[in-house]
């Protein structure tokens, strides 16, 4: 089991198309001491998103409906202080980091999320808001868009 962390009761929305990824994920995230709603796709958690106040939110990449990115983008043109972590299988391959997905950390899915998982809620919940303007999001399903 994993040591909790003194934070106030906070709520995360966890959304993954994964079901196992979900259900592992989301008992870390309760280990932390944390509240954990979760949505199976990105139209899902967006609507989630919409409705109820979340101090976090994690999210997969690759996801039916809606991928993780553009959930990023409209998320962060309702609330451009949202804290936002996104997972990947494909961190590496296709270059995805905080600048060009809107993400506040990017995580690889790899033997060490699990860690890194929870450090970055850790400093991100630890942090004050930092404001990201929603033109920060770009595209980075389409490589030609990408720009640096």
Known sequence: ????????PCKVL??????????????LLQELGLEVDT???????????????????????????????EMI???RE??????????SGLVEPLGLNEKNTGADAVIAKTFG????LARSVKRLLNRGPVRKPAAS???????????F
Do not use: H, W
Not at 43 to 61: A, I, K, N, P, S
Not at 113 to 116: K, R, V, Y
């Open 14 to 27: 966890l959304v993954d198309d994964n079901p196992d990824g979900l259900l592992v994920r989301r008992q």
């Open 113 to 116: 999320e699990p860690a890194m």
């Open 1 to 8: 089991m994993m040591k909790t962390f003194p934070v106030a």
């Open 73 to 75: 983008r409209r998320i």
């Open 39 to 69: 949505a199976l796709n990105g139209e899902e958690g967006l609507r989630l998103f919409e409705c109820g106040r979340y101090d976090m939110v994690v999210t997969d990449y690759r996801m039916p409906r809606m991928d993780g990115i």
């Open 137 to 147: 999001v770009r595209s980075v399903n389409r490589p030609q868009a990408v720009s």
């Open 78 to 87: 309702l609330d451009a202080a949202a804290r936002i972590i996104l997972l």
